[in-house]
Nanobody
Framework: QVQLVESGGGLVQAGGSLELSCVAS????????MGWFRQVPGKEREFVAT????????AYADSVKGRFTVSRDNAKTTVYLQMNSLKSEDTAVYYC????????????????????WGRGTQVTVSS
């Protein structure tokens, strides 16, 4: 079982930056691929970014490419999402997710691929 706790959300002006963190419990963090998703009321949860267990690969939604960066620190069992040049359409609840990776380079982009989820952190971008 893996427990995930997100932090770092808040209110920021358009064009600003935020860094989200997600701390995972357990001693096998380095074997999990980690993802970030977001959701607004009335819409489905959407993929934002993912990083492989071995940190060698990342993948991003087209809407955030070039603005967001996902990274991880396996020693701290933490995954990060650095968000720059934020737009009002980035406003959402952001969720961290984990899945036991089949390979060190796996970068799952599907909601259904993930086994564990955090409770989310609210990000609000004012225009």
């Amino acid at each position: 079982q893996v427990q995930l706790v997100e932090s770092g959300g808040g209110l920021v002006q358009a064009g600003g930056s935020l860094e989200l963190s997600c701390v995972a419990s357990g001693r096998t963090f380095s074997t999990y691929a980690m993802g970030w998703f977001r959701q607004v009321p009335g819409k489905e949860r959407e993929f934002v970014a993912t990083i492989s267990a071995g940190s060698s690969k990342t993948a991003y939604a087209d809407s955030v490419k070039g603005r967001f960066t996902v990274s991880r620190d396996n020693a701290k069992t933490t995954v990060y999402l650095q968000m720059n040049s934020l737009k009002s359409e980035d406003t959402a609840v952001y969720y961290c997710a984990a899945v036991q990776a089949k390979t060190p380079w796996q970068v799952p982009g599907s909601y259904d691929a993930y086994q564990y989820w955090g409770r989310g952190t609210q990000v609000t971008v004012s225009s």
